[in-house]
T-cell receptor
Framework: DAKTTQPNSMESNEEEPVHLPCNHS???????IHWYRQLPSQGPEYVIH???SNVNNRMASLAIAEDRKSSTLILHRATLRDAAVYYC????????????FGQGTILTVHP | DTAVSQTPKYLVTQMGNDKSIKCEQN?????MYWYKQDSKKFLKIMFS???????INETVPNRFSPKSPDKAHLNLHINSLELGDSAVYFC?????????????FGAGTRLSVL
């Protein structure tokens, strides 16, 4: 099973950038790194994923360390709607898409 | 149209009862999942089906039986409900089961066993 380590909680002010770190030292060479978030009373929502190179999409950026044992999710300008629990995980080709979620990071955004 | 829909949204029942949760996805995906989120918010996979075939069964009690009548549906039947089954159950789907595939989750079914 994928094992990840994230800070329990982080805080940010609105419109400031947020960097959410994750350690995934047990990742294998073919595993993709995934980030999901869960807003209150909702199901998890995909944020971004990547393999080796840094990735950008409309929601966030993903910075992956060269050794792939850690990654950072970057929200460029946090909004109140970004307040959620952020989970990082990794999944490989033989896991049939199995995502193992850790405790996640509770992100609080202050107005 | 909701991509992954679960019914019911809330389920309150007595210990010992049997209940079912239904899940449907309209994304054309061939892989579906059931996850359980307990009171401490840990989200854990229970089952995965690919093209109606069971792929993942994560040490779940036999009282839980998933059924996939077709690729678009994955239902979860629970026999002899216990207090410890109280949790939020999420259904998800993806196109294939590769590590790069994105999973889309339903809104969850909150099960309370009294």
């Amino acid at each position: 099973d994928a094992k990840t380590t994230q800070p329990n909680s982080m805080e940010s002010n609105e419109e400031e950038p947020v960097h959410l770190p994750c350690n995934h030292s047990t990742i294998s060479g073919t595993d993709y790194i995934h980030w999901y978030r869960q807003l209150p009373s909702q199901g998890p929502e995909y944020v971004i994923h990547g393999l080796t190179s840094n990735v950008n999409n409309r929601m966030a950026s993903l910075a992956i360390a060269e050794d792939r044992k850690s990654s950072t999710l970057i929200l460029h300008r946090a909004t109140l709607r970004d307040a959620a629990v952020y989970y990082c995980t990794h999944a490989g080709g033989t896991s049939y898409g199995k995502l193992t979620f850790g405790q996640g990071t509770i992100l609080t955004v202050h107005p | 149209d909701t991509a992954v829909s679960q019914t019911p949204k809330y389920l309150v029942t007595q210990m010992g009862n049997d209940k079912s949760i239904k899940c449907e996805q309209n994304l054309g995906h061939d892989t579906m999942y059931w996850y359980k989120q307990d009171s401490k918010k840990f989200l854990k996979i229970m089952f995965s089906y690919n093209n109606k075939e069971l792929i993942i069964n994560e040490t779940v009690p036999n009282r839980f039986s998933p059924k996939s009548p077709d690729k678009a549906h994955l239902n979860l039947h629970i026999n002899s409900l216990e207090l410890g089954d109280s949790a939020v159950y999420f259904c998800a789907s993806s196109q294939g089961g590769l590590g790069e595939n994105i999973q889309y989750f339903g809104a969850g079914t909150r099960l309370s066993v009294l």
